[in-house]
């Protein structure tokens, strides 16, 4: 009985060696497919629900070797490699995809995820930056979810390791008429001085596009802080605000 145990576990072994892996079938269903790279994104939309991260990362190194230059998949690869904790490899997968294709959204997107994830708040924002040329409205979604944290991070560390808090926040920006009906938009940062009262002294535009720096400075003006308190007294300080004008 026991001899019969173990041959029946010698076939098993024999015939699980001789058949191929789930992920390698896919990988041939890719290859044969006239629309490889729509087969791929469906394969791998399938898996990322199934948070099947190694299975992700099999058929996208598969599909690199003969398709080195797909950004798409690059850009999954390091998706992957991030969930598996590969920082490293991520990074090189997501900076080749950039290289690539320097308009690719999602891949700044996702390095921006990996340098925020391997704490590089100034790698955060220099994607951040990136995405605001690309496209405005995923750029502000971008910054809510990872930059505004970056930002406030180098703000800090910055104008003398404090944070202001604000008090009063103007509720409406103006879009300059002329800049609007040029199609200009952009993200304008002001250095706001503000004295010991809370309120602002002066401004300094660090960067922006020309047409949109005199709206952000008047902005910017109205802002009112919590005095900075230094050993017990009131005390100048500076805030570094951002300012993004996006077109509707």
């Not at 290859?31 to 299975?55: D, F, M």
């Not at 995923?138 to 202001?164: H, M, P, Q, V």
């Not at 020309?210 to 802002?223: I, K, M, P, S």
Request: hydrophobic share 40%; net charge neutral.
């Amino acid at each position: 009985m026991k001899h019969i145990h173990i041959l029946i576990l010698v076939i098993a072994c024999m015939i699980s060696c001789q058949q191929p892996s789930t992920m390698a079938i896919k990988h041939k269903e890719v290859e044969q497919s006239t629309a490889p790279e729509e087969v791929l994104s469906k394969i791998i939309s399938e898996n990322r629900q199934l948070k099947n991260w190694h299975g992700i990362k099999s058929i996208c190194s598969e599909y690199l070797v003969t398709n080195p230059k797909s950004v798409y998949t690059l850009t999954t690869l390091g998706e992957a490699e991030d969930h598996l904790g590969n920082t490293g490899a991520a990074l090189i997968s997501l900076k080749d995809a950039v290289e690539i294709d320097p308009s690719y959204i999602n891949a700044w997107f996702m390095l921006g995820i990996v340098y925020d994830h391997n704490d590089q708040p100034d790698k955060v924002i220099e994607c951040y930056q990136k995405l605001l040329k690309l496209n405005v409205t995923i750029a502000s979604n971008f910054y809510d979810r990872y930059g505004r944290t970056a930002e406030n991070f180098l703000t800090k560390l910055k104008f003398g390791g404090y944070i202001l808090k604000v008090k009063y926040r103007p509720p409406t920006l103006l879009y300059p008429p002329v800049a609007k009906m040029a199609g200009i938009q952009g993200l304008v940062l002001v250095v706001l001085m503000v004295g010991v009262d809370g309120k602002v002294t002066d401004t300094n535009v660090i960067e922006g596009p020309d047409e949109l720096r005199q709206a952000a400075v008047d902005y910017g003006r109205n802002w009112l802080f919590e005095p900075l308190v230094l050993n017990g007294k009131a005390a100048p300080s500076k805030f570094l605000l951002r300012i993004p004008f996006k077109l509707q």
